[in-house]
């Protein structure tokens, strides 16, 4: 079934894809799930949104997404209670928004997302009765199926062939939701069922889309006047984040030119954006030079203030961020595109293809993105051992 694995469980339909879904443009690891839910495409359309709601939610989520992005390089102790507090507000905001079937519809679409994880968390334990000792043994199952996942994802990382790794995992999900069904009663099962509400495919989700950050004018632009995201409205944006002495950043070298080749009478600008982290890279005309060497055309920031990394949020040198036409942020590889074998340029160019060919007009915007494996991220800040 064109590698997904359709389980029937407890009269739930549950997708079982392969490893390391997409995860597009997400903006950090460890937020609440909740929030990348509610950028979802699949998710506005299951809650049936007229066109006024499906502007107010837009125009909510780009304000949020705004000051959303800037937390993605913080410390987790500021950024994670941070992010809580924009779900809180956005969830509030979006009350005077929805109707309460629209708003029970999130929460069952968010537990169907955490599949049995939700099943330890307090709110829906209690629901459903959930002793400790069965607490205990779900948690159990739980930990044994992440410990066994991530193994899988260090044998991809390390070169072995993804199908069979894929056919494993499916294996090891259906394993997951067959040992925890004999955990639970009939009874509970029933409650797990009503809780999550209609059937939904998962294998939609993945396709998160969310409002780009600004191009903050932070210093000296190269090849090009002072940008942003208004000028460049109908283009596809290729904006990375790179630092000359950082020999992973270097190794993309070849892509962005080969880019640059590429699209040289399309629709698509490609932006440089030079944050240094040594005092070196801050020297502007060695900035200048290193750009002239490598054959670099397109605009370059001289971001010295690290004023568009923060605002951005970025953390690796490299990053590479695919924005759309109509300025929404669609996909993100963080770290060297070609690493231990990734295909990353060619993922990235395909995704570019694909955006050319979206509309660039602002009215019906769809918040739609296209699925595609996501990167490892498993590395240091410069994206790999330099």
Same mark, same amino acid.
């Given at each position: ?26 903006? &950090? ?13 699949? =998710? ?12 107010? /939610?837009?125009?909510?989520?780009? %304000?949020?997404?705004?000051? &959303?992005?800037?937390? *993605? ?26 109707? @309460? ?52 994802? !260090? ?8 199908? @069979? ?16 069904? %004999? ?27 969310? +409002? ?21 409205? #109908? !283009?596809?944006? =290729? ?14 070298? @070849?892509?962005? =030119? ?12 490609? /932006? ?11 020297? /502007?005309?060695?900035?200048?030079? +290193? ?5 670099? *055309?397109?605009?370059?920031? =001289? ?9 951005? #949020? ?70 790999? @051992?330099?």
């Amino acid at each position: 079934m064109n590698g997904r694995t359709v389980l029937w469980i407890f009269g739930v339909t549950v997708l079982a894809v392969g490893l390391a879904p997409s995860r597009a443009a997400d903006p &950090f690891q460890g937020a609440d799930p909740l929030w990348n839910l509610l950028h979802e495409p699949a =998710v506005h359309r299951d809650l049936e949104l007229t066109a006024t709601q499906q502007r107010k /939610v837009d125009d909510l989520l780009d %304000e949020m997404d705004v000051r &959303f992005f800037p937390l *993605r390089n913080q410390p987790p102790a500021m950024s994670l209670p941070a992010a809580d507090a924009l779900v809180a507000e956005t969830m509030q905001r979006l009350e005077g928004m929805l109707s @309460p079937a629209q708003l029970r519809r999130i929460g069952e679409l968010g537990l169907r997302q955490r599949g049995p994880t939700a099943l330890v968390q307090p709110t829906l334990a209690e629901r459903l009765r959930i002793t400790p000792r069965q607490r205990e043994r779900l948690e159990a199952v739980l930990t044994e199926t992440l410990t066994a996942t991530r193994d899988l994802e !260090k044998r991809l990382a390390a070169g072995e062939p993804r199908e @069979p790794l894929d056919e494993a995992y499916r294996e090891l999900k259906q394993d997951e939701f067959r040992r925890v069904g %004999e955990i639970l009663s009939p009874a509970q099962r029933t409650a797990w069922r009503k809780a999550l509400g209609a059937d939904f495919d998962l294998a939609a989700l993945g396709r998160p889309v969310f +409002k780009a950050p600004p191009l903050v004018d932070s210093g000296t632009w190269l090849n090009s006047e002072p940008l942003t995201l208004e000028k460049l409205a #109908g !283009k596809v944006v =290729v904006v990375h984040f790179y630092a000359f002495s950082c020999s992973n950043c270097i190794r993309n070298y @070849p892509t962005y =030119v080969a880019w640059q080749e590429r699209f040289r009478d399309r629709d698509v600008v490609i /932006v440089g954006v030079h944050t240094p982290e040594t005092a070196t890279e801050e020297d /502007v005309e060695r900035v200048r030079q +290193k750009a002239e060497e490598a054959g670099f *055309r397109f605009p370059v920031l =001289v971001d010295r203030t690290k004023a568009m990394w923060d605002a951005w #949020g970025n953390s690796m040198w490299p990053s590479v961020y695919l924005i759309d036409k109509r300025g929404s942020l669609r996909h993100f590889w963080p770290g060297e595109l070609k690493w231990q074998g990734a295909t990353g340029d060619a993922w990235m160019q395909d995704r570019i293809e694909e955006l050319l060919t979206e509309p660039a007009a602002d009215d019906d915007r769809p918040r739609s993105a296209p699925t595609a494996p996501g990167p490892d991220r498993s590395r240091d800040r410069r994206g790999g @051992p330099s």
